[in-house]
Structure formats: structure tokens, C-alpha cells
């Protein structure tokens, strides 16, 4: 789904993702993709969108619990929220400083031995091979990326999780900070 207030933009998009047919029909300008959506894909999509606002509340209630537990964990930095925005919080995600006293992969290893499943941060695409080997590529320092990929990692973030849960899954990682 593509959401855009721009109309050439929109223009674009609706072009592309319909194989990029022009006048007459079957001629192409560009390549274009076959991205129409099913019917049933654009159902599942309608009532799925009936339900954002609560999704989106069950989501915001697990971070702030979480931020509740883990405020005062020095050295792990938690998901801001800004003012003028609204984080949706897709997925809990803290970034281990130095002085939380272990690594984040040190961290991981810790909380797995308790059970808790956890995800590093994306991997920069600046140092994704696939994109390395493709012709034009220019090497470029993403260094704010690089440490995020370096220290960051997403802690459960069900919408379903319990107080308990999270609880349990903040004294883990205060245990591990010790």
C-alpha cells in the first residue's frame, strides 16, 4: 500500500504497479510490476484497517509499561516519542550504550538464557552485499546506522503481551545489566 498526498507521485505509483500500461494499450514507456491487489486482499485489507486505531493502542500501552520498568536502567536508551508525533511503536526498540556495562550481543545472550527472544536492529543497507555487487553502487559511511546495527535490538512486542510478561522480560534485562 502506498499512502501519498502528491499527486504526480500518486500518478507514478498507480503507472508502476499496473504494469506500467500507456496509449495504447500494451505499450510501455518503462517497466512496470504487476502489484494490483486481489480482491481478497483488499477485504482482508478494509477490515484490517478497522482495527489500527486498537492495534496501534495495545501497542502504545506495551511501550509505555515498558518504558514504566526500564526508565531507570542506565546505558539502555529507549524508544523516544517526540512531541509532535505519535510512536506506533511496531516494535520495541532499545539501543545498549556503553555504560549499561555489557553489549548488545552480550545482552541477547542473557536474556535468551531466560527465555526472551529478541531481534537486532536492520542490518545498513550501505553494507548489504547484494547491493555492493550491483553495478553503480558508490560506498558510503552511514556511521549513524552502522551503530544502530551495532547496539540496537527490538524486545518482545506483542500486542497481546501482559503486565506480567513485560515485568518479566524488564527484570531480565536489569539482571543482565548487574
Known amino acids: 500500500m502506498v499512502v501519498t498526498n502528491d499527486p504526480k507521485y500518486a500518478e507514478k505509483v498507480r503507472l508502476l504497479r499496473n504494469m506500467a500500461f500507456t496509449q495504447p494499450r500494451f505499450r510501455h514507456e518503462e517497466a512496470g510490476y504487476n ?3 486481489t480482491g481478497y486482499q483488499a477485504a482482508m485489507g478494509v477490515v484490517q484497517a478497522g482495527k ?28 523516544p516519542e517526540l512531541p509532535w508525533a505519535r510512536n506506533v511503536y511496531w516494535m520495541y526498540a532499545v539501543n545498549v550504550r556503553p555504560e549499561f556495562g555489557r553489549t548488545r550481543d552480550e545482552l541477547i545472550q542473557s536474556l535468551a538464557k531466560d527465555g526472551v ?10 553494507l548489504q552485499p547484494c547491493f555492493q555487487s550491483q553495478p553503480g553502487f558508490r560506498r558510503t559511511a552511514c ?19 501482559t503486565e506480567e510478561q513485560i515485568r518479566f522480560v524488564s527484570e531480565c534485562v536489569k539482571k543482565a545489566a548487574r
Request: aromatic share 14%; hydrophobic share 40%.
Open 143 to 161: 556511521p549513524v546506522a552502522e551503530e544502530l546495527w551495532k547496539t540496537g535490538l527490538y524486545l518482545p512486542s506483542g500486542q497481546t503481551l
Open 52 to 79: 489500527l486505531e486498537k492495534v496501534i493502542a495495545e501497542k502504545r500501552r506495551m511501550a509505555h509499561t515498558y518504558n514504566r520498568y526500564l526508565k531507570d536502567v542506565p546505558g539502555l536508551q529507549l524508544p
Open 35 to 37: 502489484f494490483r491487489m
Open 117 to 126: 527472544d529478541t531481534r537486532t536492529f536492520f542490518f545498513p543497507m550501505n
